[in-house]
């Protein structure tokens, strides 16, 4: 079964500066995608970027863009330049094949003034 | 474009009062549709899924079920509701593993 953790429960960051979030995966399959969803409190759920696990470039989206290492089975997220609308919950998630996605248990990113 | 609904958006109920709660997914066809449950600060759980018409794959054994009588629409219900069933509901929808498009979500209380 895949499982996704996320070792940071809460973070803070100042604002303009670079924070970044982790996640690890367990999974024996080899094509599968990956994908960092942001919930502000409004409480909807927002993809904020994805990666495809045969593609070996890293992907980028504006501020955001991840390390994603297929061997070590990581896949983080970082902001640059982080704003006070950065503030959310932010969570990794799996999708493969099998028509299910799985996400880690979040991690609170709070940007500081 | 596709947009997704959920209703109602928040939701109050007695223990043992039945539950039905409703998605709908426009400007797709043959979706995969999802419900999960988020408890206060926590993550998401996968409750239910379905990859078509009367297809429903139960993640979590429950007092809840789902069913899809539509190819846009996913229905989440309970016959008797529990005070642990209190929470956050979203309902998403998918193309294969593409990634997932939420709803609003639902806000429900048990009391």
């Known amino acids: 079964a895949q499982t996704v953790t996320q070792s940071q429960p809460e973070m803070s960051v100042q604002e303009a500066e670079t924070v970044t979030l982790s996640c690890t995966y367990d999974?024996?399959?080899?094509?599968?995608?990956l994908f960092w969803y942001k919930q502000p409190p409004s409480r909807q759920m927002i993809l904020v970027i994805r990666?495809?696990?045969?593609?070996?470039q890293n992907a980028t989206e504006n501020r955001f863009s991840v390390n994603f290492q297929k061997a070590a089975k990581s896949f983080s997220l970082k902001i640059s330049d982080s704003q006070l609308g950065d503030t959310a919950m932010y969570f990794c998630?799996?999708?493969?094949?099998?028509?299910?996605?799985?996400f880690g248990a979040g991690t609170r990113l709070t940007v500081k003034p | 474009s596709q947009t997704i609904h959920q209703w109602p958006a928040t939701l109050v109920q007695p223990v043992g009062s039945p539950l039905s709660l409703e998605c709908t997914v426009e400007?797709?066809?043959?979706?995969?549709l999802y419900w999960y449950r988020q408890a206060a600060g926590r993550g998401l759980q996968l409750l239910f899924y379905?990859?078509?018409?009367?297809?429903i794959s139960s993640e979590v054994p429950q007092n809840l079920s789902a069913s899809r009588p539509q190819d846009r629409q996913f229905i989440l219900s309970s016959k008797k509701l529990l005070l642990s069933d209190s929470g956050f509901y979203l309902c998403?929808?998918?193309?294969?593993?593409?990634?997932?498009?939420f709803g609003p979500g639902t806000r429900l209380t048990v009391l």
């Open positions: 998403a929808w998918s193309r294969r593993a593409n990634e997932q498009f």
């Open positions: 999974t024996s399959e080899s094509n599968y995608y």
């Open positions: 990666q495809e696990a045969y593609k070996q």
């Open positions: 998630a799996f999708s493969s094949n099998n028509n299910d996605m799985r």
């Open positions: 400007g797709t066809s043959n979706p995969n």
């Open positions: 379905s990859i078509g018409i009367g297809q």
